[in-house]
């Protein structure tokens, strides 16, 4: 059983940063070298989007929407997940979700596609104010 828990959202003001954590639990010694680590996020009326993804079968990918302010990255051995994000602006306001999956990904088209991913938490709400 994996167990995901997201930390670190709060109310912020536009242009300003936050860093969000995940923390991977449960029995994953066997599968944790072969991942897929994920942050989505929805906002109110609006579909779940992926924003970023780190793998070990590709490289760091962004959505277009936040390229060159966001920051995905991996802490192997405290088994966690962080978003940085920098410049947030209004847009950015959404419940934040990591997701994780240990299965053999190929290509190249499934990075933000929701039902690759087994394991999600319960989301951490992003506030950011103009």
């Known amino acids: 059983q994996v167990q995901l828990a997201e930390s670190g959202g709060a109310p912020v003001q536009a242009g300003g940063s936050l860093r969000l954590s995940c923390v991977v639990a449960?029995?994953?010694?066997?599968?944790?070298?072969?991942?897929?680590m994920a942050w989505f996020r929805q906002a109110p009326g609006k579909e779940r989007e992926g924003v970023a993804v780190?793998?070990?079968?590709?490289?760091?990918t962004y959505a277009d929407s936040v390229k060159g302010r966001f920051t995905i990255s991996r802490d192997r051995t405290k088994k966690m997940v962080y978003l940085q994000m920098n410049s947030l602006k209004p847009e950015d306001t959404a419940m934040y979700y990591c997701a994780a999956d240990f299965r053999r990904k190929y290509g190249d088209v499934w990075y933000f596609k929701q039902y690759e991913y087994t394991y999600w938490g319960q989301g951490t709400q992003v506030t950011v104010s103009s």
């Open positions: 449960g029995d994953i010694s066997n599968i944790y070298n072969a991942y897929s």
């Open positions: 780190i793998s070990s079968y590709a490289s760091p």
